[in-house]
Each structure stands twice: as structure tokens, then as C-alpha cells.
């Protein structure tokens, strides 16, 4: 989605050529824009495909899957919680995460409830590093007995395992913007190079 890469590349921070802060659109302010478009060409990747209802992870996730769910027709959305609520009293589906950026394992739930079974999931998330949040929230939707159809990220880093992990696990990988590398504090998109190749 070029215009997700021109974006990044002009508000997005490189931190010693390994973090994508995003923080200006997409983590921490929000561009509702920006993030309709996003939403509406996750639900087009993903038209050929019947999807029942979206998961993400709380919290960046959450508006991206939003987006993407009025895009499919206002289908639901249901995200996972990081941390256990009081008012979390009815039976959960759980399961550890491993968070490479804050080096710290935490636990995701879904209430019983808001996951039934032999659904098709849309899992959607604001990145895609290591693979270990779609993971979990894969194991969520196994846990609930229904399938993953299709994983959408808004930003993937290809230098990671994330894609190649999801893949080989047998489930489909959409991404907006896929980086390949960080030089001089700057993003190297992959479609960047496919572009100019055509």
C-alpha cells in the first residue's frame, strides 16, 4: 500500500536501525483516514474469502481490525486482553505470548462467549515480527474449535521469522507494508523494489 509506505517514511522513527515507531498515526495517535483506506484494502486482500469474525490483540490491533471489520459489512471484532480484568469472571480461553519488544511473556484471553465455534477468523494486528502474537491468538481460535482463515498485518518486518513461520504453519499472510530492512535509520520497503523492477 503505498501510501501506508509514504506515510511511514515520512512519520514513522527508526531507532537504531531495529524499531518502526509509528506512534504520530497508528499506536498512539490515531489517523482515521489513513486507517479507513487500511481497512478497506485488508477487507479487498481478503474478499475472496468467507470471514465470520475478526481477532486482534489489544492494543494497537484494535483499530486496524475496526476498520477492516466495517469494510467486511460490520461483521464482529473481538480482542484479546493482556491482562485479567476483576470483571472477567466467566471461562476464558488463554494462553501465554512471548513479547520480543518488551523481552516479557505475557498471558491473552478471550471470553468463551465471544468466540464460538466453526467460525472463520480474520486475525488482524498492527505488525508482524516474530509471529509469536498471531500465534497465540491462532491458539485462541483452535481453543474456541474454529479455523484461521487468513492473518492481515498493517506492517510487517521481512527480516523477521514471523511470515515464513505463519506460513509454513500452513495459514495465508497479508501484509500492507512489508519492510525488508532498516539502513541508516530508514525503511527498505519490499514492493519498493518489485515497483521499480515493472
Not at 77 to 99: E, N, P
Not at 116 to 126: G, H, M, Q, V, W
Amino acid at each position: 500500500m503505498l501510501e501506508l509506505e509514504n506515510r511511514i517514511k515520512k512519520d514513522g522513527r527508526v531507532i537504531d536501525n531495529r524499531i518502526l515507531k509509528v506512534d504520530s498515526f497508528l499506536n498512539h495517535q490515531l489517523d482515521p483516514a489513513l486507517l479507513t483506506r487500511m481497512g478497506q484494502e485488508l477487507a479487498r486482500l481478503y474478499a475472496d474469502t468467507a470471514i465470520d469474525r475478526i481477532v486482534t490483540i489489544e492494543t494497537s490491533g484494535i483499530a486496524v481490525a475496526y476498520a477492516v471489520a466495517m469494510a467486511m459489512g460490520n461483521i464482529p471484532v473481538v480482542f484479546a486482553r493482556k491482562k485479567r480484568s476483576l470483571l472477567s469472571v466467566d471461562d476464558q480461553y488463554v494462553t501465554s505470548v512471548y513479547s520480543y519488544t518488551k523481552e516479557e511473556e505475557y498471558t491473552a484471553s478471550i471470553s468463551r462467549q465471544y468466540l464460538p465455534a466453526r467460525e472463520n477468523i480474520l486475525i488482524i494486528d498492527d505488525f508482524l515480527a516474530s509471529g509469536a502474537a498471531a500465534l497465540g491468538l491462532i491458539r485462541l481460535v483452535q481453543q474456541a474449535g474454529s479455523r484461521t482463515a487468513g492473518i492481515g498485518v498493517v506492517i510487517e518486518k521481512t527480516f523477521q521469522p514471523g511470515r515464513a513461520t505463519l506460513e509454513q504453519a500452513g495459514y495465508r499472510v497479508e501484509a500492507l507494508a512489508s519492510i525488508e530492512s532498516f539502513t541508516d535509520n530508514q525503511p527498505i520497503f519490499t514492493s519498493s523494489h518489485v515497483r521499480r523492477k515493472t
